[in-house]
């Protein structure tokens, strides 16, 4: 067990819909990253929060935006969903600004759009 | 966004065979990072390399950092049913944090009895 929590483990939902992904970190963890994990994919780096503050961003679409609040905990909306955007999320915090071997991953939410 | 080739994409072997799976690159990396995913599961850090030539061992799994710092390799010694999952390498460059690991596209490794 990381000790990274994500809720839903599973959504199915359909085309032109808005979900929002769950993410609590490590206890202590600052930072929060989500990762997209699309078939035969590795992972793509979306955001990263640091203490609250978005503080680096890659691949994330505008329909897709994310938060991370006073306790820390963090959320991943995805809005106007398309087939495409179907995949595993998963969500990684770390104690400190960014060192990757300090990652620490949640199991993923597996999202369907049908 | 950038990504790793890694081979082989998906590997069956019998129980008890070495493995060999390696990852490269166009692009010079500092940090090489070995991950496995249980299914299921998200990935867990197996091994880090930090200089170009290192050799690292955990247990039955061993990487080297390779000598131009564009490639990297995993070899897992006397597999068993437990090795199944999917093995992700990642290259980080220097100065880069977490947010700028890139990552491979996966060896797959189902074991058979």
């Known amino acids: 067990d990381s000790g990274v929590t994500q809720t839903p483990k599973h959504l199915i939902t359909a085309t032109g819909q808005r979900v929002t992904l769950r993410c609590s970190p490590r206890s202590g963890d600052l930072s929060v990253y989500w990762y997209q994990q699309s078939l035969d994919q590795g992972l793509q780096f979306l955001i990263q929060y640091y203490n609250g503050e978005e503080r680096a961003k890659g691949n994330i679409l505008e329909r897709f935006s994310a938060q991370q609040f006073p306790d820390l905990h963090s959320e991943l909306n995805l809005s106007s969903l398309e087939l495409g955007d179907s995949a595993l999320y998963f969500c990684?915090?770390?104690?400190?600004?960014?060192?990757?071997?300090?990652?620490?991953f949640g199991s993923g939410t597996q999202l369907s759009v049908l | 966004g950038q990504q790793l080739n890694q081979s082989p994409q998906s590997m069956f072997i019998q129980e008890g065979e070495d493995v060999s799976m390696n990852c490269t690159s166009s692009s010079i990396f500092n940090t090489w990072l070995w991950y496995k995913q249980d299914p299921g599961e998200g990935p867990v850090l197996l091994i880090a390399l930090y200089k170009a030539g290192e050799l690292t061992s955990n247990g039955r799994l061993t990487a080297q950092f390779g000598i131009t710092r564009k490639d990297s390799f995993l070899n897992i010694s006397a597999s068993i049913p437990s090795d199944v999952g999917i093995y992700f390498c990642a290259g980080q460059s220097r100065g880069g944090t977490a947010s700028k690991l890139t990552f491979g596209t996966g060896t797959r490794l189902q074991v058979t009895l």
């Open positions: 990684a915090s770390s104690g400190d600004r960014g060192v990757a071997e300090k990652l620490f």
